[in-house]
Structure formats: C-alpha cells, structure tokens
C-alpha cells in the first residue's frame, strides 16, 4: 500500500490531496501545527478509506527537530516513504515585510528555508532507497517578482531552483522531483481577495497534483492555463515590467 | 450581489458572504445578523439574509466517524449528500431519506427537513438524525436529540436555520438490497388516476412520485407519468451511471420558458412513451436525481430568475385542490416544463415546523415576470387556503405574513429559541406584525 507523508497537512490543498490517497487505501502522516485540525482530519481520512493516519504536530520552522520528526514518521509508515508532499506555507504581508527586517527573513524561513531543509533530508532518503517521489508546492508567483508580493516570489523562487536542482541530482537515482505551481486557489489563505474566473477550488487543484504524482511530471502548473499566462509576464521586457503595476 | 444566491435567483439581495473551516471555532462576530448558507439549492429567501452576513458551511465537510456495521453516519454539517452516497453505499448502506438533488449540505437538509420519494413509508429527513450539536452564538454548545436539549431538537430540524449553526450532525443509514432501482414508469390519464396509483403501490414501493402535464386541460388534467421504484434484489447489477454531465454555460439574457416552449416540452414529455408501463432497473442517479444531470438549469430562467409554487394538501381535499390548481396553471398558460405530484404518508417528524402532512404535495416552478408571477400565486394561495394546505419556505420566497402565520402557527415557538444574532430575510418577511 502507497505511503504519504504531507507537511502543511492542514492545508485546504494538501488535505484534498490527502482524501484521494485515502480514498486510495494509503497510509497517511501528516505534519502542521494545529492538533485539533490534525485530529479532526485525520478521522476524515479514516473514514474515506486510509489505511493508517498519523499525525505529528510540528512548526516546521523548527528545522532542529525534523530528525526527530523524520523518525516518527518512519517508524508509522514502516520505514519507506512513496510519496512526500510539502504543502506549508504563508502568504505574507508584503507592505508589512517593506518595513520589518524580521518578518521578512520569518517569511522566506517558513516558505524556503523549511522546505530546502526538509528536502535535503528527504532527498537523502529516498536517494538511497532508489525510488519515490518528493513533491513540493512552490507557486506561479515564483515565476518573476512583483512589487504587491515579492517576498512571498521570492521564497518560491528559491524553492523552484532547489527543486530543479534536485531532479538533476536525483533522476539517475529513480527518485522523482515535482515542482507544483499553482495559481490563483479558494482557501483559508487567500480568503480576504475577491474571486474571479481565473481562481481555483483546492479540490481542482489537488487532482491535479495527484495526477501529476502519477505520471511522474517535472513542473505542474495548476490550472495548466497558467503555463501560458506565465510564459507571457516571463517574456516582458523588464525595462516595461519595472513599470507597470503588478 | 452577492455570490450567495438562493437556487431561484430571487430575490436579489445584498448581503456579506464568510466562510466557517473549523467546527470547533466560534460563530462570526458581526454587527448585522448572520445566517448559516449550505450550498444555496433553498429556491426562496429562506437561506438569504439581505444587508446581513451569511456563513457558508461548504469547508465544514468532515467525517468524524462511520460504522459499518449499524450504518450510524457522523459527519460536519457542510458534507453534501453526494459525498455520503459515494462513502456509504459501497458498504450497502443508503440515505433514509433525500430530496430531488443530491447537492445539498447535511446541515441545510435538516434546517428545512426535507423529503423524498419516500416519504409515504420513511418520513423527514429529520425522522433520521439520531443528534447534531447545535453552535450558539454566544458560544454555547448544545448537543440535541429526542432526550437531550429535546426543544432545541425540535426547534432546529425544519427551523430554517435560525436556532443556531449545526456543526456536526450523526445520521441513522439504512440497508440497501441494492443501490440499483427497479422501476416502473406508467403513463395515467387525469388525477383520479394518479390518486388510486399511489394508494395501490404505496404498500410495496419505497419510492413513488409523477412528473404532471401542467398544460393539460379538461378531463385530461393531472395527467402525467406516475413513477414507482424499489431498491433491486442483491443479484442485479448496478447499470452504470449516466456519464454525461450537461451544463447550462451562462445566464441567457432573457428566459428561455415560455408558453411555446412549455407546451411543446410537456405535451414531448407526455408522449415520449407509447405503453402505459414500462419497467426498467435504472441506477439511483438519474432514478432519484434527474435534474442534477444538467448543472446550473436554473439559469435558463435568465437573470430575472424564478419561484417555485410547492403546497401540501390534507389528504381528504387533496383531489379538488389538485383539480382547482392545476386548472389555475393551465388556464393561465403559465408554469414550467414539469410539475410534481405526491402523496406524502402519516409518519410524524421531531421537527417542530416540518412541511410535509398526510395529504398530497405539489411542487413547480415559475419564471419571475413582473406583474404576473406574485398576482397569479395569489390565486393558488386561496386554494391552498381553502383547503386548509400549507406552503413549503424551502421553496418560497412570496407568502405573506399573514398566510405563513396562518399555515404555521407554531412559529412563536422557534421565535423563542431563535438565536438572537441570526434572522434571514425570510423570517423577517414572515414573522411581521398582522
Ligand atoms: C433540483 C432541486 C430539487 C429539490 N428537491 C427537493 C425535494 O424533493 N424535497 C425537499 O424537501 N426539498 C427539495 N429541494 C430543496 C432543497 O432540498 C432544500 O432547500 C435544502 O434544504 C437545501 O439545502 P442546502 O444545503 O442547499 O441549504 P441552503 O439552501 O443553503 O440553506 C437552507 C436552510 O438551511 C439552513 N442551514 C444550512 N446549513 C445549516 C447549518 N449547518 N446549520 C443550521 N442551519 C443551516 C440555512 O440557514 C437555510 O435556512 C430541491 C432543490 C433543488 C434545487
Ligand atoms: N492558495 C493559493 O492561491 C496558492 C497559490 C499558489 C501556491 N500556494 C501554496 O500552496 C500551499 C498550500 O496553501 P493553501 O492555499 O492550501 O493554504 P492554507 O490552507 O493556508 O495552508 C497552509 C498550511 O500551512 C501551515 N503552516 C504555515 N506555516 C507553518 C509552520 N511554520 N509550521 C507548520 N505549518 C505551517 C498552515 O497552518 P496554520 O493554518 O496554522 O497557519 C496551514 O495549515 C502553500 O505552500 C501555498 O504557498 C497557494
């Protein structure tokens, strides 16, 4: 049976993810930092059908106690990870980091350096075992910085780079490497914009990743339109883009 | 505008849309009145609170817990019924009771307890939830079932959300031979017809309803195809479900249903079959669940949008009102593609302000036209009157003050447990001084 691990288990994204691995008969562990929320889904995906839900409640800023995390996780799902998604992030206040030295290296700590720390680990593993797939949810707005939210690009960049820097490293090693990039998703996280045509439901967007998983892709965009419109804002000249107020 | 919008799109109201994820948190704080929204398929403006603030349910969609062995379900309020189908019936379990769509939350189905098919032999949706919590605004916590906080019990299944907000509700399954439904569809002549249909096969048929012809007249009115289905025996197989999914892509600018096109589809309609009988193992989608094979119908009314007319008739006055009404409906030439006819049974549901009674139930929809469509309810609403019937507020969105305290003079009660944050724009339509 498929193991998954999920960090930012709690997210609206991952826990959908989660339903069809659990619909799956999969063995689930999820990490955040909520424990009801953990509890709460954990039962859900119980009931969808997982085999086996764990759970450790974790802030994954917290990059000293991944080893000990990593152990939990091994010892639940019997030592072998198929499938490990990181799904945490924050969607910072940009004009708040302008003025703040602190919240602005806090958010590129939550949403990059958390995540290149949980992949070097993760990466060593499944490196050795010869098989899995580390699946990470970078976003569109890594794809070039802009002013209303380049802290938050920024931190996707940088996991973008470390993602493709690892699936050199680790094709030859059977070890697939997926760069999820979503556009504009309905969840807790964006709940204050309002929605227009171009936004995604979280259930969309995890069939998605799922079958992006299965078929073993390098780079999801999600919804696939954001490939062209991203193409597009990546081919503007910058002496235009500097200008124009994205 | 809001996006949440009742399934007739009308009234139009403006109103403040928040989302509640976490069962465990509190109610919005708000100075204006709020009001729980599950996923909007009321026709009315029972599930509209205009210049309030609604809370939508839609991420309150957890399992908690699922016994496969009893059937007891125990899931957020939010969960659609299509989700509980898809879990349960693998296991041999079914809904007790469901309404015409399976796109409906947990929550909102208890709010205005609602019926199926089935209703002659299962009652209410309510008949079936064993306890729900209720969340108060004040933060109270109540878990409600026929022996504890039994008012609230009572005041909550059919109170139109207005007690509080279910969290989480734990539903009684039942046993199924089948998910698979052997029917039988017979074409009948007039209403004397439909009436002795549903006493002859309300015994040995869980599920009975018809599909009228509201623009026939004369000696042929009530005619129709009078629908009868069972769960099949364990040896059939489940026919595949009907792939295809159509949907009505945008809002046409004006509405496509008028007194050409609604004869042409009921007189179709009528006709479509030759034998007065025709039997069929059907699978339960397209068997319980005809219209949610066409996303967003509701749009072919235009952006006016429509109402929906549904009474229920005590059974001894059933035939003469169904006679006066459909008569109404079609001497007007006004009406919709098709209408629905049934005998509801005697089973008595908890819920203090529940719709259905022993007697016969008729439900069909109306474009909004101004001047028209309010004027012409008017006219059913004195037979409904006469014959001592009532209107069902899941699907309203015109009675009068007057009538609904007249139809449901219980309503003081629920007043007295409402939560004193959370109004809709029907109560206060409804619950004006007379
Ligand atoms: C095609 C179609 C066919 C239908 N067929 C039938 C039928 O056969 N029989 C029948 O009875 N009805 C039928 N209906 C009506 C429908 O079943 C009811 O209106 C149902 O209550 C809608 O549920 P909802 O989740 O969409 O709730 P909404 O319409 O959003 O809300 C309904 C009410 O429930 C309250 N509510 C919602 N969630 C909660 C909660 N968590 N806690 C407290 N209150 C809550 C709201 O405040 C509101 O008063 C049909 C509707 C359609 C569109
Ligand atoms: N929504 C979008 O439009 C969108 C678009 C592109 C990419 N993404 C990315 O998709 C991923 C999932 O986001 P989502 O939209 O599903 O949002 P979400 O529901 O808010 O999920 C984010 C989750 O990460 C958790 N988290 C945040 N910081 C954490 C920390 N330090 N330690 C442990 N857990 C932490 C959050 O917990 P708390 O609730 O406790 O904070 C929450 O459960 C994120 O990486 C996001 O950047 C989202």
């Known amino acids: 049976m498929q193991t998954i ?62 080893d000990g995390c990593l152990e939990q996780i091994n010892k639940a799902l019997g030592g072998v990870i198929d499938v490990a ?46 098989a899995g797939t580390l699946a990470a949810i970078s976003s569109v707005a890594g794809d070039r910085g802009r002013q209303s939210n380049y802290v938050y690009g920024a931190a996707k960049s940088m996991m973008t780079t470390f993602l493709e820097g690892l699936r050199n490293r680790l094709a030859k090693h059977n070890v697939h490497v997926l760069t999820i990039k979503p556009g504009f ?16 439901k979280p259930e969309d967007v995890a069939a998605g990743i799922v079958n992006a998983i299965d078929k073993k892709r390098n780079v999801a965009y999600l919804p696939w339109f954001w490939r062209y419109i991203m193409l597009i804002i990546r081919h503007i000249p910058e002496f235009v883009f500097k200008r124009m107020g994205l | 505008m809001s996006e949440f919008q009742s399934w007739g799109c009308y009234p139009k109201v403006d109103q403040k849309g928040v989302s509640m994820s976490d069962r465990h948190q509190d109610l919005p704080k708000s100075d204006s009145a709020i009001l729980p929204f599950g996923n909007g398929r009321s026709y009315g403006d029972s599930c509209l609170n205009a210049d309030g603030v609604v809370v939508s349910t839609m991420a309150l969609n957890r399992f908690i817990d699922f016994d496969t062995e009893s059937g007891v379900l125990r899931c957020e309020a939010g969960v659609m019924l299509w989700e509980i189908l898809d879990l349960v019936v693998p296991h041999g379990w079914f809904l007790q009771v469901t309404p015409g769509t399976k796109f409906v939350t947990a929550g909102g189905a208890i709010a205005n307890d609602v019926h199926g098919k089935n209703h002659h032999l299962k009652g209410t949706f309510g008949c079936h939830v064993r306890q729900f919590e209720l969340l108060r605004s004040d933060g109270q916590r109540l878990c409600c079932s026929a022996k504890e906080n039994a008012d609230y019990y009572a005041a909550t299944i059919a109170g139109l959300g207005l007690t509080g907000m279910i969290t989480w509700v734990e539903l009684q399954l039942k046993r199924v031979t089948s998910p698979a439904i052997a029917m039988e ?95 069929a193992v059907s699978h339960y989608e397209p068997f319980l669940y005809p219209l949610d094979s066409i996303l967003d119908w ?41 209408a629905v006819l049934k005998v509801f049974g005697d089973k008595h549901s908890p819920g203090l302000m529940s719709f259905p009674m022993r007697g016969v139930t008729l439900a069909l929809d109306f474009p909004y036209v101004e001047s028209k469509t309010l004027p012409f309810f008017k006219q059913l609403d004195d037979v409904v009157v006469q014959t001592q019937g009532r209107i069902y507020p899941a699907k309203d969105a015109h009675m009068s ?33 007379i």
């Open chain 2, 401 to 433: 003050a007057e009538l609904f305290q007249a139809f449901y003079p219980q309503w003081r009660e629920l007043e007295a447990l409402r939560d004193p944050k959370i109004n809709s724009s029907m109560w206060q339509r409804v619950t004006q001084e």
């Open chain 2, 185 to 279: 569809n017979i074409k009948y002549q007039n209403l004397d017809e439909f009436f002795s249909l549903s006493e002859e096969s309300d015994q040995d048929w869980e599920y009975t309803m018809a599909w009228v012809d509201c623009v026939a007249s004369g000696s042929n009115i009530g005619r129709g195809h009078f629908m009868r289905g069972n769960h099949a025996d364990a040896s059939v197989s489940l026919p595949p479900a009907p792939k295809l999914t159509l949907q009505v892509p945008f809002t046409p600018p004006i509405s496509l249903i008028n007194s050409y096109s609604l004869k042409a589809f009921n007189w179709a309609y009528y006709e479509r079959q030759q034998d007065r009988v025709k039997s």
């Open chain 1, 5 to 66: 691990v999920i960090f930012g288990g709690c997210s609206a994204i991952a826990e959908q993810v989660a339903r069809i691995y659990a619909t799956r008969g999969a063995q689930l562990f999820l990490v955040d930092r909520n424990e009801q929320r953990l509890e709460d889904i954990a039962a859900d995906l119980k009931v969808r059908g997982a085999e086996k839900v764990e759970y450790a409640v974790l802030d994954l800023t917290q990059t000293d106690r991944f």
């Open chain 1, 185 to 200: 998703v309905d969840t807790p996280m964006t709940a204050s914009f309002s929605k227009g045509p171009l936004w995604a």
């Open chain 2, 298 to 338: 509701n749009r072919i009314y235009g952006p006016k949008g429509f109402l929906q007319y549904q009474c229920a008739i005590p059974y001894d006055n059933g035939l003469a009102a169904m006679k006066d009404i459909l008569r109404l409906i079609a001497q007007a030439g006004f009406g919709s593609f098709l």
């Open chain 1, 85 to 130: 998604l990181i799904a945490h992030g924050t969607l910072p206040d940009q004009s708040a980091c302008e003025q703040s030295v602190d919240k602005t290296l806090l958010e590129i700590q939550i949403n990059a350096i958390s995540t290149i720390a949980l992949l070097t680990k993760l990466a060593n593993q499944l490196e050795q075992r010869g």
